[in-house]
Structure formats: structure tokens, C-alpha cells
């Protein structure tokens, strides 16, 4: 199973996973050819549909013979055209894959696209996880037990000019109260040392469940779970942090991370508005202000996109201004492209960006961003020992790790330590090639 994108998809992913290993089905082993390959797909630039399909055709010559399933927001939203592909024997929608099993049991060969309506009644919520479920921790896109990905929403109701997602993810709906607790529950049950919080519109959780700052009450209550070790947000649109949130950050005891990964895409007001952007270049600096106010060690990311069409030097600069006054130590910058059936892609050519200078403000925004991220390092190092979160382990003992923060840190001494640990690290430098920081375990 290749899981693209998001870490709504590595959720769904990790879902499907153990579906199919409830249905009898085995992974098969690195280097070994599989059966059936499971391609779960991202549609939100041109280059992640092209990506995909170089991932058919490589697991075409990698698993000669096997039946290649192509899922996803690609599939969703254009299935003829991956069905027509050449060795391609099932395409799924988003809601179709979560039943994944059964598609693969059924030898229906007269039907090889199975895509239904994002926006139909009948569509569920997204993948439901019950306490007896458990989710497989070496599933792709898990890696282990250091952290777990929970989707708690699911589609968009938002209409960004540039962004085809509502269409193939639907309408905004949220996972219940009850149910998001009880899997909270189910995975720290399992041991994973981190608890992830996604969905499509984060921010839009328990809208549609008439809850007031839902986000917020659901981060309360997740946070009074017992033994939960840390609980991290995914990305999150700034109008959606509200004070109920904000104020739950305050508490540098609780398990909740001083990171956020901030959904701003520009930093110009002009640019802003055509986008359809429902907040402001002062409002962004507000909610960073208020939040840096209770947590001064909060470490911010950032999407950013560069290149929308009208974007001129002055729009630019605006946003790596922005960049700049937060500011971003984990830029995620893309740059702009088409995609299909959106406003933005009416806009006249003569308002287009040529691709090299879209590549020179990438590039500006990613050193900007490098040298806030060695600053933030450099304030660790100057704490000393820190807590680390333990993703990988290899056989000279070398770790790679995660502080509260989000930064990485590589610990030399670690050879008992597994995935999923907790362990004090004496912070000892900052490798800027890697961005990395090194440590010892004490």
C-alpha cells in the first residue's frame, strides 16, 4: 500500500490496512512481489497526479502480474482516466476504498471504477475506528508507534478559488465526541506515544455537531486521557483558532505540542481575497501574537503557496514578510499550478507567473525558513536537555526523534529505545546541512 499526500490519507490508509488484514490479507515482505497494490493518491497539485502515475507504473514493474488499485482524491477525481491506464484493474473513490476488502473480494471484472458521490446522503462520515479495531502500527504511513494520525473531520465547505478538494472529499462533517475519544483511547491503548488530530478543514470540527469551539472541547477531554503522552493539531486555517483553543496552550505541562502548522497560502491581502481566503494578512499576525502571548516557544509551519496568478514582486513580498514576522521555521511551500475546474484556472495567461520565478520565491521562503529553524535550534540547544519522542532506531543505535516543538533530533545512545519513547536527550549541536539537532540519551 502507497499512501500519498496528506495525513487524512495516511489515516484512511492505515484504515484500509487493517481492514484487509481482518479479511485475511497479508503484507507482503520488502522485496517481496505483492499481489494486489494499493495506490492511495493526492490530487491537490499537477504534480501529485503525475506522481501517481509514475507510482502505477513502477508497481506494474515491480509486481509483474498483480492487481493494481488506484484510490484516493486522483481516483475520486478523475477515475476514466486512471481505469484507462494500462494495467490499472481497479479505481476507488474516497468513500469507496473504506471498504476496501470487499472490492478486492468481489471478482467483478465488467466494473474496474467503483467512484461514488462525495456529496450524496449516503456518503459516511470517513473511516470509523472502533476500540477493537486496531490499527497496525508498522501500517504505511504510521511507521511505528511514535505517533498516530486521527481523523476527526472530513471534507470542505470552504471554496478556495485555487483547490479542487471539496469536490472529491464533500461537504464538512465531523466524527462524534464519543467517537473521537474512544479511538483517542483505542491508540493510546496500543502504546503510540503521540496522538495526531487531522481531517480536511481541522478547523471545522464539531460545526455540524453543534458544538461550540469543538476543536477545543475535543482537545480538553483528549487531554484528561490517561496515559496520553502528547497530542499534536495538524493543519489548521488561522480563523479557526479561537480563544477556547488558544487558552489550552497555556498549560506547558499538558500533553498538548507548542507547534502549529498554519493553512496561510499568502501573505498579500490582495492575493488573499482572490484566492477566497475568508481571514487577513493582520488577522494571521493576531492569532500568532495571542498564541505566542501563553506559549513563547511555540514553533509555527506554514502552507504557502507561490505563483496564484496576479501574484507580482510586491504581492511576494508581502508573504515573505510575513514569513519573516511569525516567524516560519517549517515552511511548506507549493508552488501554483491549474487545476481542473477551479476559478483560479479561468485567470488570463498575461496574470500568470513564469515557472523560474515561481522557483526563485520558493526558494527564498525555504531559506527564510532554514535560518528561522536554526534559530529555534539554537534556543534548544541553549535549554539543554529536552524530551524527545523516538521514531526510529537503527542497529549502531541512532535515533531520530521529535522535541514537543516538532524539531528533529537525532540521539546518539539509544540502543534499548523503541518506537514510541519518551526519552531525556542533553542537546549537543545543530547540523545545518540536515537541520537537524544531535544529542546523547542521559
Known sequence: MINMGCRVNQYEGAVMDAACAEAGFARAAEGEAAQVVVINTCSVTHASD????????RAQRENPGARIVVTGCYAQRAPETLAAIEGVDLVLGNQEKLDLAAHLARADADAPIRVGDPFAESSGPFP??????????????????????????NGCDKRCTFCLIPGVRG?????????ALEAGRAFVAQGFGELVLTGIDLG?????????????????????????????LSSIDPEDIDEALIALFADASSPLCPHLHLSIQSGDDRILKRMHRVYDRD???RKVAALRHVRPDMVFGADLIVGFPTEDDDAFAQ??????????????????SDRPNTPAQKIP?????????????????????????????????????????????????????????????RIRGAQTAQ????????????????????GKVL
Open 349 to 409: 495567461q498575461r496574470f500568470r507567473v513564469a515557472d523560474s520565478e515561481m522557483k526563485r520565491r520558493s526558494e527564498a521562503l525555504i531559506v527564510a525558513g532554514a535560518g528561522h529553524l536554526q534559530a529555534a535550534a539554537e534556543r534548544a540547544l541553549a535549554e539543554g536537555a529536552c524530551e524527545v519522542l523516538v521514531e526510529t532506531v537503527d542497529q549502531a543505535g541512532m535515533a531520530t526523534g521529535k522535541r514537543r516543538d516538532f524539531l528533529p533530533v
Open 319 to 336: 508573504t515573505l514578510a510575513l514569513a519573516e514576522a511569525i516567524p516560519l521555521a517549517m515552511p511548506h511551500v507549493f508552488r501554483y
Open 128 to 153: 470509523p475506528l472502533a476500540a477493537d479495531a486496531a490499527i497496525n502500527p508498522d501500517a504505511p504511513g504510521f511507521g511505528g508507534r511514535a505517533r498516530a494520525f486521527l481523523q476527526i473531520q
Open 419 to 438: 518506537s514510541g519513547a519518551l526519552l531525556t536527550v542533553q542537546l549537543e549541536a545543530f547540523v545545518a546541512e540536515s537541520q537537524t539537532l544531535v
Open 50 to 57: 503525475s506522481q501517481a502515475r509514475r507510482l502505477i507504473r
Open 204 to 232: 471545522a470540527y464539531g460545526a455540524d455537531l453543534g458544538l461550540e469551539s469543538g476543536l477545543a472541547t475535543l482537545c480538553e477531554q483528549l487531554m484528561a486521557v490517561p496515559g496520553l503522552k502528547r497530542l499534536r
Open 283 to 285: 488577522l494571521v499576525l
Open 171 to 179: 461537504p464538512s462533517r465531523s466524527l462524534s465526541l464519543e467517537a
